[in-house]
């Protein structure tokens, strides 16, 4: 069965340090990726997507995402953390053109001063 | 500005009521979903349409129903078959291979 896979609930990282969000995939073949980010009771804005080509692909807010093919996964970096990055990160992905994105269970990302 | 609009923000529905939320887009996406979120849950697909006339069930889709007439609108009917219905619903447009965009939610409360 395809399924998306974000091991982690929770994250809390202190401000200005790393982060590093995973998220695991199995699907057929490789699928369309994409990352997204929610505030509380607000809808999802994309941060970055994965289609073909460059395995490291960039996004807004300074965030990064590595495909890795062998291990069937699409994590998510971010050098330095603000205040501002804490909100709830979704890891997607969508068999084909058209489909419904198929979400991960969402890791909230917590971050101390 | 192009985008999605949920209506209402807020919704409240009494036991034994159908009620209605609204999706509209202007993104001339021809592909669009109904999610529900609770919480430590994601998103579930309750239904999506990649085509006018035309829709399928998503995981979710008993006690829920919707139409997709025209090409910018798929509304979401929240049926009294659906026992437990309090939840965030999110809609989203996509076109082709392109991610998907989403509107700003309907938070409903049964009361």
């Known amino acids: 069965a395809q399924s998306v896979t974000q091991p982690d609930i929770h994250i809390t990282v202190s401000e200005g340090a790393s982060l590093e969000l995973r998220c695991n995939y199995s699907?057929?073949?490789?699928?369309?990726l994409f990352w997204y980010v929610q505030s509380p009771g607000q809808g999802l804005q994309l941060l970055l997507k994965?289609?073909?080509?460059?395995?490291l692909v960039q996004g807004i807010k300074g965030f990064e995402a590595e495909f890795k093919r062998s291990q069937s996964s699409f994590n998510l970096r971010k050098p330095s953390v603000h205040w501002s990055d804490a909100a709830e990160y979704f890891c997607a992905v969508a068999a084909n053109s058209g489909y419904a994105l198929n979400f991960g269970k969402g890791t909230s990302l917590l971050v101390t001063p | 500005d192009g985008g999605i609009t949920q209506s209402p923000k807020y919704l409240f529905r009494k036991e034994g009521q159908n009620v209605t939320l609204s999706c509209e887009q202007n993104?001339?996406?021809?592909?669009m979903y109904w999610y529900r979120q609770d919480p430590g849950q994601g998103l579930r697909l309750i239904y999506y349409?990649?085509?006018?006339?035309?829709?399928q069930k998503g995981d979710i889709a008993e006690g829920y129903s919707v139409s997709r007439e025209k090409k910018e609108s798929f509304p979401l009917t929240v049926t009294s078959a659906q026992k437990n219905p309090t939840a965030f619903y999110l809609c989203?447009?996509?076109?082709?291979?392109?991610?998907?965009?989403f509107g700003q939610g309907t938070r409903l409360t049964v009361v």
């Open positions: 993104l001339n996406h021809d592909a």
């Open positions: 699907y057929g073949a490789t699928p369309y």
């Open positions: 994965y289609f073909s080509g460059d395995t």
């Open positions: 989203a447009s996509r076109r082709g291979f392109s991610e998907a965009f």
């Open positions: 349409s990649q085509i006018v006339n035309d829709f």
